[in-house]
Protein backbone atom coordinates (compact mmCIF):
# COMPACT_ATOMS: atom_id res chain seq x y z
CA UNK A 1 0.00 0.00 0.00
CA UNK A 2 1.21 3.69 -1.01
CA UNK A 3 2.20 6.25 1.92
CA UNK A 4 -0.14 9.04 2.05
CA UNK A 5 2.65 11.20 1.44
CA UNK A 6 3.26 9.48 -1.89
CA UNK A 7 -0.67 9.74 -2.59
CA UNK A 8 -0.28 13.48 -1.93
CA UNK A 9 2.47 14.13 -4.42
CA UNK A 10 0.78 12.34 -6.74
CA UNK A 11 -2.13 14.07 -6.86
CA UNK A 12 -0.40 17.32 -6.57
CA UNK A 13 1.37 16.12 -9.63
CA UNK A 14 -2.24 15.71 -11.09
CA UNK A 15 -3.46 18.68 -10.34
CA UNK A 16 -0.04 20.52 -11.91
CA UNK A 17 -1.07 18.31 -15.22
CA UNK A 18 -4.88 19.60 -15.39
CA UNK A 19 -3.75 22.67 -15.00
CA UNK A 20 -1.83 22.59 -17.92
CA UNK A 21 -4.15 20.87 -19.90
CA UNK A 22 -7.24 22.83 -19.57
CA UNK A 23 -4.74 25.90 -20.33
CA UNK A 24 -4.01 24.23 -23.50
CA UNK A 25 -7.41 23.60 -23.83
CA UNK A 26 -10.26 25.17 -26.43
CA UNK A 27 -13.84 25.18 -27.09
CA UNK A 28 -15.01 21.21 -27.93
CA UNK A 29 -18.04 21.01 -30.47
CA UNK A 30 -20.27 18.32 -31.11
CA UNK A 31 -20.94 14.78 -29.37
CA UNK A 32 -17.50 15.15 -27.54
CA UNK A 33 -18.46 18.55 -26.06
CA UNK A 34 -21.42 16.62 -24.61
CA UNK A 35 -18.99 13.48 -23.00
CA UNK A 36 -16.37 16.07 -21.34
CA UNK A 37 -19.41 17.85 -19.91
CA UNK A 38 -21.42 14.20 -19.24
CA UNK A 39 -17.58 13.34 -17.13
CA UNK A 40 -17.94 17.07 -15.36
CA UNK A 41 -21.15 16.48 -14.02
CA UNK A 42 -20.00 12.97 -12.91
CA UNK A 43 -17.29 14.33 -10.98
CA UNK A 44 -19.30 17.20 -9.50
CA UNK A 45 -22.03 14.47 -8.77
CA UNK A 46 -19.22 12.41 -6.86
CA UNK A 47 -17.70 15.23 -5.11
CA UNK A 48 -21.08 15.70 -3.38
CA UNK A 49 -21.86 12.63 -2.81
CA UNK A 50 -24.91 12.33 -5.19
CA UNK A 51 -25.21 8.30 -6.17
CA UNK A 52 -28.13 8.45 -7.39
CA UNK A 53 -27.13 11.04 -9.97
CA UNK A 54 -24.14 9.13 -10.81
CA UNK A 55 -26.76 6.23 -10.96
CA UNK A 56 -28.80 7.79 -13.70
CA UNK A 57 -25.97 8.24 -16.08
CA UNK A 58 -25.37 4.54 -15.24
CA UNK A 59 -26.92 2.02 -18.29
CA UNK A 60 -29.51 -0.53 -16.91
CA UNK A 61 -27.33 -3.09 -19.27
CA UNK A 62 -23.94 -1.96 -17.14
CA UNK A 63 -21.22 -4.73 -17.17
CA UNK A 64 -17.52 -4.96 -16.49
CA UNK A 65 -14.99 -7.16 -17.08
CA UNK A 66 -14.55 -7.53 -13.07
CA UNK A 67 -18.01 -8.95 -13.13
CA UNK A 68 -20.12 -6.17 -11.83
CA UNK A 69 -23.51 -4.88 -13.02
CA UNK A 70 -24.88 -1.44 -12.44
CA UNK A 71 -26.53 -3.13 -8.89
CA UNK A 72 -22.72 -3.75 -7.97
CA UNK A 73 -21.73 -0.30 -9.01
CA UNK A 74 -24.51 1.11 -6.53
CA UNK A 75 -23.21 -0.53 -3.89
CA UNK A 76 -19.45 0.00 -4.52
CA UNK A 77 -20.42 4.13 -4.36
CA UNK A 78 -22.50 3.42 -1.30
CA UNK A 79 -19.20 2.04 0.43
CA UNK A 80 -17.34 4.45 -0.86
CA UNK A 81 -19.39 7.25 0.16
CA UNK A 82 -19.52 6.04 3.55
CA UNK A 83 -16.02 5.79 4.27
CA UNK A 84 -15.08 9.10 3.18
CA UNK A 85 -16.41 12.49 4.51
CA UNK A 86 -15.37 15.37 2.11
CA UNK A 87 -13.58 14.06 -1.94
CA UNK A 88 -12.10 15.86 -3.90
CA UNK A 89 -11.61 14.82 -7.66
CA UNK A 90 -9.25 15.64 -10.39
CA UNK A 91 -10.43 14.56 -13.56
CA UNK A 92 -7.90 14.74 -16.42
CA UNK A 93 -9.17 13.49 -20.14
CA UNK A 94 -6.89 12.12 -21.95
CA UNK A 95 -8.93 10.98 -24.97
CA UNK A 96 -12.26 10.92 -26.43
CA UNK A 97 -13.23 8.55 -29.27
CA UNK A 98 -16.73 9.29 -30.54
CA UNK A 99 -18.02 6.44 -32.75
CA UNK A 100 -20.69 7.26 -35.09
CA UNK A 101 -21.53 9.35 -33.06
CA UNK A 102 -24.10 7.04 -30.39
CA UNK A 103 -21.14 5.61 -28.99
CA UNK A 104 -17.73 6.97 -27.37
CA UNK A 105 -14.38 5.38 -25.69
CA UNK A 106 -13.15 8.03 -22.83
CA UNK A 107 -9.72 7.18 -21.37
CA UNK A 108 -8.78 9.40 -17.94
CA UNK A 109 -6.85 9.34 -15.27
CA UNK A 110 -8.57 10.56 -11.69
CA UNK A 111 -6.95 11.97 -8.58
CA UNK A 112 -8.77 11.41 -5.69
CA UNK A 113 -8.18 12.78 -2.03
CA UNK A 114 -10.57 12.73 0.91
CA UNK A 115 -11.27 12.69 4.72
CA UNK A 116 -10.87 9.23 5.12
CA UNK A 117 -10.75 6.44 8.31
CA UNK A 118 -6.64 5.62 8.20
CA UNK A 119 -4.53 6.93 10.95
CA UNK A 120 -3.68 10.20 8.75
CA UNK A 121 -7.46 10.77 8.42
CA UNK A 122 -6.29 11.56 4.92
CA UNK A 123 -6.67 9.30 1.93
CA UNK A 124 -5.43 9.67 -1.69
CA UNK A 125 -5.72 7.58 -4.61
CA UNK A 126 -5.38 7.69 -8.64
CA UNK A 127 -6.83 5.44 -10.80
CA UNK A 128 -6.87 5.24 -14.87
CA UNK A 129 -10.20 4.67 -16.39
CA UNK A 130 -11.28 3.70 -19.70
CA UNK A 131 -15.25 4.15 -20.35
CA UNK A 132 -17.50 3.08 -23.02
CA UNK A 133 -20.51 5.26 -23.61
CA UNK A 134 -23.22 5.22 -25.46
CA UNK A 135 -25.85 7.65 -26.68
CA UNK A 136 -29.42 6.42 -24.45
CA UNK A 137 -32.50 8.22 -24.57
CA UNK A 138 -31.53 10.86 -22.07
CA UNK A 139 -28.29 11.72 -23.35
CA UNK A 140 -25.21 9.63 -23.04
CA UNK A 141 -24.46 6.74 -20.44
CA UNK A 142 -21.87 4.70 -19.01
CA UNK A 143 -22.15 0.95 -20.51
CA UNK A 144 -19.08 -0.18 -19.36
CA UNK A 145 -15.68 0.31 -17.66
CA UNK A 146 -12.11 -0.79 -17.09
CA UNK A 147 -9.93 0.89 -14.44
CA UNK A 148 -6.99 0.31 -11.92
CA UNK A 149 -4.69 2.16 -9.86
CA UNK A 150 -2.33 4.84 -11.84
CA UNK A 151 0.58 2.41 -13.40
CA UNK A 152 -1.15 -0.48 -12.92
CA UNK A 153 -3.09 -2.67 -15.58
CA UNK A 154 -6.94 -1.75 -16.27
CA UNK A 155 -9.08 -4.56 -15.21
Known amino acids: MKSVLTRLVTCAALVATVSLVTACGGEVPGPEAEIRAWVDAMQEDAENERRREILSRI ?71 ELELGDGNDGWELLSARWGELGASLE
Open 59 to 129: SEGYTDRRGNDKEAINNILRAWFLRRDGITMLVSIEDVEVIAETAAKVRLTVGMAGMGADRFGVSADAYRF
